[in-house]
């Protein structure tokens, strides 16, 4: 069909499923472009060459995601759900066959009961803005969610989600105490009425395969008043190589208050006109500074940290800390869905078991300063995250990491040669370190999505297939995802480049 005859049968198929009408845009509806670019965040999905949706549905009601999800079953159509458009690959608003796009940027309410220390949250809504009402309700709460604050709830909650409060408290995922989600029928289901199989899926298991998370609900997590903060930079010529390597012998075993993660890029050096490598730990610790001073001079004292370089403040401060934000400022920069930054870029995530000799990181080094705008960062696990088991939620990174690396590689030009060379370079990064991180699988973030470990051009990969990247985010979870998507959605309605695959019993 065309976008205009497709149009038509949408605009009455939902009519008749709705008492109220549902936005749809084509590409001949004046704010089509701009509805489309407002979520994108990876500037490489937003070239001529992206397929571009037949459809964008913004439903207003949770009766419009069930219309959406059914009359484009009845035509046919393919879907792609999205929340904060944050999906690393672009997985939430483009690919190769016709489809339309369910944006849930309407459905954001958040409702926090902070006698109860829990919430309701919608997908559309973004972790900034629940941090915001979080903290507008309390003091004395947060949550295990990320640190950019414009990522959309639906993705990442669905694939795990992790910041500073990882070690205290586990994942976004592992707090989630009940979901409404709308089936493949398009019918809403709950924890109740949707079986122990599907609410383990959905968290952890990724969204695009089971079906359209309307909203969760979550279990809110203490914090206390005052919380300390500090970031602290050294590079090569200030002994970043011996701090790294030290770090990775501490960094999961410290008290579970205390969080210290390594950003790692290239700056320049003190020599002019030349670059180094620069590590900055930045750390949050759910205590004072007087209980920290202490804890560093027996768990780290070679960062030398002195009592300045310590700042307290309150939980959802450190929330705007974290995301570049003045801690003076006023917290409502966090309910603003317009990302900071918006850039090309690629990534890819490895999980380390042995700590990394002082010669691998060289060699890390190396390859960075041969890039313009490399990161990579070594984020903690141990405490809580050692705790959970393997299987209590699809996400399996738990015991025995100590820690997992992002490696990201950002660039500003357009066009196929610039990307060609930069995701190049990555690919390099990833090959030489082998024989540094996790093996058998080489284990990788879901929320990290990276379309290199694997696969299918339009969802529909074998189970053989699919198990290649699988097992890398799942481990041995994935034949339980199998199971549970084969149960919920035979004839794979919901799928993407590498969602869960349905097979016949
Ligand atoms: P988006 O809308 O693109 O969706 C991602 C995937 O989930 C797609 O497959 C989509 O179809 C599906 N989906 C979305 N909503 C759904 C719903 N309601 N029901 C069913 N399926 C749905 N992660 C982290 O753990 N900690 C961090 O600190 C950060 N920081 C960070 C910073 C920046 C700048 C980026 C770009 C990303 C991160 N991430 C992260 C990764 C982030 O968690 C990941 O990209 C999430 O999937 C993004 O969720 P969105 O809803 O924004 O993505």
Not at 40 to 69: D, G, W
Not at 132 to 145: D, K, L, N, V
Request: charged residues 20%; proline residues 6%; positive net charge.
């Amino acid at each position: 069909a065309t976008s205009s005859s497709l149009y038509d049968n949408f605009l009455q198929c939902t009519s008749l499923q709705s008492n109220s009408s549902i936005p749809i845009y084509t590409p001949n509806t004046a704010s089509y472009s701009s509805v489309l670019q407002f979520s994108i965040r990876n500037l490489r999905f937003t070239s001529p060459n992206t397929p571009k949706p037949e459809l964008i549905v913004t439903p207003l009601h949770e009766s419009h995601v069930q219309a959406a999800v059914i009359c484009s079953r009845k035509y046919g159509m393919h879907i792609r759900v999205r929340s904060g458009g944050h999906d690393y690959e672009g997985l939430s608003y483009a690919t190769g066959v016709p489809f339309v796009i369910v944006d849930l940027i309407n459905l954001q309410s958040i409702s926090v009961d902070a006698k109860d220390g829990t919430a309701w949250v919608s997908s559309g809504a973004t972790i900034g803005q629940l941090y915001y009402r979080i903290a507008e309700q309390s003091r004395t709460y947060g949550f295990p969610a990320g640190i950019c604050p414009t990522v959309g709830v639906g993705g990442q909650f669905s694939g795990g989600g992790y910041g500073a409060l990882l070690r205290k408290y586990g994942l976004a995922a592992d707090n989630v105490v009940d979901a409404r989600l709308v089936n493949v029928d398009g019918k809403i289901l709950t924890k109740e009425s949707m079986g122990e199989d599907l609410f383990w899926a959905i968290r952890g298991g990724g969204g695009g395969s089971f079906g359209v998370i309307l909203s969760w609900k979550i279990r809110l997590v203490p914090v206390p008043p005052t919380v300390t903060v500090f970031t602290h930079n050294k590079n090569l010529e200030q002994g970043a190589t011996a701090l790294v390597h030290r770090w990775q012998y501490v960094a999961d075993k410290l008290p579970r208050d205390l969080f210290i993660q390594i950003v790692i890029n290239v700056a320049n050096s003190s020599r002019v006109g030349e670059r180094t490598v620069q590590a900055s730990f930045r750390s949050l610790f759910l205590g004072g500074v007087k209980q920290l001073i202490p804890l560093m001079e027996q768990h780290f004292p070679e960062l030398g940290l002195k009592r300045d370089d310590y700042i307290e403040m309150s939980w959802i401060q450190s929330v705007l800390y974290f995301a570049g934000f003045p801690i003076e400022g006023p917290s409502d920069v966090l309910l603003d869905r317009n990302p900071l930054t918006r850039d090309y870029f690629k990534a890819k995530s490895d999980y380390v078991t042995e700590p990394i000799s002082e010669k691998g990181l060289k060699g890390i080094w190396k390859l960075l300063l041969e890039e313009n705008r490399p990161v990579v960062i070594f984020s903690p696990y141990g405490g809580r995250m050692s705790e959970i088991s393997e299987s209590a939620i699809p996400f399996p990174h738990r015991k025995g990491n100590i820690y997992k690396i992002q490696h990201l590689v950002y660039w500003a030009e357009e066009g196929t040669k610039a990307a060609k060379e930069r995701i190049g370079w990555i690919r390099r990064l990833y090959r030489y370190l082998i024989p540094y991180v996790s093996k058998s699988p080489r284990a990788a973030y879901l929320n990290y999505r990276d379309l290199d470990l694997g696969q299918s051009k339009n969802g529909t990969a074998s189970y053989s297939k699919a198990k290649v990247w699988g097992r890398k985010y799942f481990k041995n979870n994935f034949d339980r995802l199998v199971l549970a998507k084969s149960k919920v959605d035979p004839d794979n309605f919901f799928r993407n480049e590498q969602s869960i695959p349905s097979v016949p019993s």
